[in-house]
């Protein structure tokens, strides 16, 4: 199984601050990478797919970039409303897997 | 809307069965492939299983492979996921979802279910 090991497990920062999360695959994954966000007691909702495309409706702070096997995603400005756990997950090869999670946290 | 419904969690005593429903409403169901992912309590994602679009073809993950079993009822627009055998590391929250693109094995999870809690407990 393709291992996704995300950096770093948790994070605090203030409001309006960028914030960048990074995934590193275990393989090459070609590029087939999303980003959810998950708030307490509810679903992922997805964020960003195939590593930097922005599903319909998610504001554009939220951004996700790739390099190699090494993928990140930003949030240029952070509001309260993105306290949160975000997950990478490959899908390259099944099965899919899901990284440990980020949890951001407001200062 | 689009939408996924999950019903059928309960706590069930180790080693019985507990049988598992997501409901879809809203999209072509019978053109999207269906996965059911879990979440262990305060712990990350980890995929279970998949269903192909006609029901032809599932794959499952190496922790439930011969226990769980996943099925489709496309004339109701219902996906099952029959477990037997659970252990005390079943115990999680069980999301449906579907892929963002149709006809597909694998890809981004667009729509989620709320999740319905599984837990395995004497």
């Known amino acids: 199984d393709i291992q996704m090991t995300q950096s770093p497990s948790s994070l605090s920062a203030s409001v309006g601050d960028r914030v960048t999360l990074t995934c590193q695959a275990s393989?090459?994954?070609?590029?087939?990478l999303n980003w959810y966000q998950q708030k307490p007691g509810k679903a992922p909702k997805l964020l960003i797919y195939?590593?930097?495309n922005l599903e319909t409706g998610v504001p554009s702070r939220f951004s996700g970039s790739a390099s190699g096997t090494h993928f990140n995603f930003s949030i240029s400005s952070l509001q309260p409303e993105d306290v949160a756990t975000y997950y990478c997950q490959q899908y390259d090869n099944l099965p899919p897997t899901f990284g440990g999670g980020t949890k951001v946290e407001i200062k | 809307q689009v939408q996924l419904v999950e019903s059928g969690g309960g706590v069930v005593q180790p080693g019985r069965s507990l049988r598992l429903s997501c409901a879809a409403s809203g999209f072509t169901f019978t053109r999207y492939a269906i996965h059911w992912v879990r979440q262990a309590p305060g712990k990350g994602l980890e995929w279970v299983a998949l269903?192909?679009?006609?029901?032809?073809?599932?794959y499952y993950a190496d922790s439930v492979k011969g226990r769980f079993t996943i099925s489709r009822d496309n004339s109701k627009n219902t996906v099952s996921l029959q477990m037997n055998s659970l252990r005390a590391e079943d115990t999680a929250v069980y999301y449906c979802?579907?892929?963002?693109?149709?006809?597909?094995?694998?890809?981004?999870?667009?729509?989620w279910g709320q999740g319905t809690m599984v837990t395995v407990s004497s």
């Open positions: 393989q090459d994954i070609n590029y087939y």
């Open positions: 979802a579907k892929l963002r693109g149709a006809v597909l094995w694998l890809g981004a999870f667009d729509v």
């Open positions: 195939d590593a930097s």
């Open positions: 269903i192909w679009y006609d029901g032809n073809d599932k």
